[in-house]
């Protein structure tokens, strides 16, 4: 006998990388050497003075309870300081802001802190999968916003001219992910405008803000919202530090925002270990030269990752921020997953199909910058190896 899950993860469906890694584990397993370029898991290590305090403050024998649900107060002073530093944003840092276990329990924790059953969601097509897991979780209901190249904007107009009447809360990134698409100063002030009108809780997904930046200054969305009335926005080290395995991100907002969903995440977990939220402090205080030189890296990589996608017969759209580029498949690629999994399996390069971001990345592949260039190089050979045959068989499989 088995007992049945909940209704509301009927509509839920298993992550698509717990599978999908699940399958490259088990091809290395039987001898295979899978290139995998397909999650946005940065493999550069954190600033070695991370890595010391973590160490030091671990050997602490009073380093080891449990901790506070709002971390210590070092914490929430480094991640004011560097919202200010960073954005030009100004948080208290005793009452607007939250430090979480990584961003995506962040968006759960909103969702259940928010949403009532029917209440809907706009969320980005394409976009983060985790949005609408965590709406149904809460059982509202997304409604999806289109997305479209070049620009990978929401149409504010058209928007507007919907029923937004059932609609509570709306999700932004940008830098978005998947598509590295930029949103303008011009633009977030219109979003916000928008909410306002609506009545919309705009929360802003913003953990690519300093990765392969193009702009004179990261933007945050609670730049444009002053009086923080409408905005929350969450924050992460994932993907800017190098921290993606240690779990510490940041949701920032106005008190009774931050109030309510506090009471979500007083109730799931039970604080960050503390050593972490040391080593977070000071992650969170390296100079600007530290960040530029990690995405020297990434640049580096991205010039390769170029050159494979244009081997695949790929188009880019030039100047996305972020840990990816997004490109278009040729017209001659009828089936994405059919051309992903075979790439998988003949070429051993994966690469992550970009109809995982909804609909509208039907026809479009992500590729992860988190490798080596050695390991680009190996890719783009096999890839140039596998080319004659991919044009043989005209992909249409
Ligand atoms: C758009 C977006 N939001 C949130 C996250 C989650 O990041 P975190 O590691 O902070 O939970 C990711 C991770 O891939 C992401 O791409």
């Known amino acids: 006998m088995i007992i049945p899950a909940a209704r509301r993860l009927q509509a839920v469906e298993e992550y698509y990388f717990s599978k999908k890694l699940a399958q490259i584990r088990e091809l290395n397993q039987r001898g295979h050497d899978i290139i995998n370029l397909g999650i946005g898991s940065p493999d550069l290590a954190p600033a070695p003075q991370v890595i010391e305090t973590l160490q030091m403050a671990a050997a602490r024998p009073d380093a080891h309870g449990y901790q506070g649900y709002k971390g210590v107060p070092q914490l929430r002073q480094a991640m004011a300081t560097w919202y200010a530093h960073t954005y030009g944003v100004t948080l208290d840092p005793e009452q607007e802001i939250l430090p979480l276990i990584g961003s995506k329990e962040g968006i759960t924790h909103i969702s259940l802190a928010f949403l009532n059953a029917a209440d809907q969601v706009l969320i980005p097509n394409p976009g983060y999968p985790a949005y609408a897991a965590a709406a149904r979780m809460a059982e509202a209901v997304p409604v999806e916003y289109q997305l479209s190249g070049p620009h990978w904007l929401p149409d504010l107009a058209a928007l507007a001219r919907q029923d937004l009447s059932r609609v509570k809360l709306m999700w932004l990134n940008y830098p978005h992910m998947p598509t590295g698409a930029v949103a303008s100063p011009g633009f977030f002030a219109q979003v916000v405008a928008f909410a306002r009108q609506h009545n919309i809780l705009l929360c802003h997904d913003n953990p690519y803000s300093l990765v392969l930046n193009t702009q004179a200054k990261p933007l945050s969305l609670l730049e444009y919202d002053p009086a923080k009335e409408v905005v929350l926005e969450l924050n992460s080290l994932s993907k800017s530090h190098n921290m993606a395995g240690w779990?510490?991100?940041?949701?920032?907002?106005?008190?009774?925002?931050?109030?309510?969903?506090?009471?979500?995440?007083?109730?799931?977990?039970?604080?960050?270990?503390?050593?972490?939220?040391?080593?977070?402090?000071?992650?969170?205080?390296?100079?600007?030269?530290?960040?530029?030189?990690?995405?020297?890296?990434?640049?580096?990589?991205?010039?390769?990752?170029?050159?494979?996608?244009?081997?695949?017969?790929?188009?880019?759209?030039?100047?996305?921020?972020?840990l990816f580029l997004w490109a278009a498949l040729p017209p001659t690629v009828t089936d994405t997953e059919a051309f992903i999994n075979r790439l998988l399996l003949e070429a051993g390069v994966f690469l992550t199909p970009g109809f995982i971001f909804g609909s509208a990345g039907q026809g479009y592949v992500r590729i992860s910058l988190c490798a080596t260039e050695a390991r680009f190089a190996q890719a783009l050979q096999r890839v140039e190896r596998w080319g004659g045959g991919v044009n043989k068989l005209s992909l249409k499989d």
């Open 247 to 322: 779990r510490v991100g940041m949701l920032a907002g106005a008190k009774p925002y931050i109030d309510t969903v506090l009471k979500v995440k007083s109730n799931v977990d039970s604080g960050t270990f503390l050593p972490m939220q040391l080593a977070a402090a000071v992650a969170l205080a390296l100079p600007d030269t530290w960040h530029q030189a990690r995405n020297a890296v990434y640049a580096r990589r991205r010039t390769l990752a170029y050159t494979l996608l244009a081997q695949l017969g790929c188009s880019v759209t030039p100047g996305q921020e972020g």
